[in-house]
């Protein structure tokens, strides 16, 4: 059966496409095969081939067999700023039910793993009513945590698992991501994150130069996921 999952950070800025992309790599190394969705991405630029965001071409390179970019991004804003803004302001309607419905057409290409990337943290609007939050929740998937390494992670990662927990959805596990390369005293913060956060630990990704998909994957345990 297909493992799907939502990637969400405990912030924006903290990695997601990073640690998604290395998620990829590591279940393609296996021999299944890889889908990836980002349904909406704010911070496009325009190309020959139209409106692209660096996270969903980085995303693109990891599915196999190979997606085309507007199956996995069909949302794209020029602006980066807050989705629900960029939208409103280039005329762009972001509901559940459309962004959702791009999900499940990456869905019917029946690849072993999938991952469908959020924008931003958990409660990140798409308009008054809505949030990333009720995408993850329509679609019913399990829910993979990005936990930004820097002051302040501790606090974000436990309002974000709660969150996750109280709109009836499970943390399947979870990823420590070094984004701060001079944050103070990162072991003791892991190790506590560790005791607080009751879900599977997926690896911890150092500060590093070097931030290739294979990389990454190296300091994955995948495991719990597939």
Not at 35 to 52: F, I, M, Q, S, Y
Not at 109 to 121: N, R, S
Request: proline content about 5%; hydrophobic content about 45%.
């Amino acid at each position: 059966m297909p493992k799907r999952y939502f990637v969400t950070g405990t912030d924006t800025e903290i990695g997601k496409t990073t640690i998604a992309c290395g998620l990829l790599k590591a279940v393609a190394r296996t021999g299944l095969t890889t889908a990836a969705a980002k349904p909406v991405a704010a911070g496009c630029e325009r190309t020959a081939d139209g409106l692209r965001n660096e996270d969903g071409l980085a995303l693109q390179a990891q599915c196999n067999p190979p997606l085309a970019y507007e199956i996995i991004n069909p949302v794209t804003l020029e602006a980066a700023i807050a989705p629900h803004i960029a939208a409103s302001e280039e005329g762009a309607d972001l509901n559940v039910a459309f962004l959702a419905q791009g999900c499940r057409t990456v869905f019917e290409q029946q690849a072993a793993f999938t991952l469908v990337e959020g924008a931003g943290g958990w409660r990140v609007p798409l308009n008054a009513e809505q949030t990333l939050a009720d995408l993850a929740r329509e679609l019913d998937l399990p829910v993979i945590m990005i936990v930004g390494m820097r002051l302040g992670c501790i606090n974000h990662a436990i309002l974000t698992a709660e969150a996750i927990a109280a709109d009836g959805l499970q943390l399947a596990g979870w990823v420590a991501n070094q984004v701060d390369q001079h944050m103070s005293r990162p072991q003791e913060n892991l190790e506590t994150l560790k005791q607080v956060i009751k879900a599977p630990f997926l690896g911890f990704v150092p500060w590093l130069e070097e931030t290739s998909a294979d990389a990454i994957a190296d300091r994955l345990d995948i495991e719990p996921l597939v």
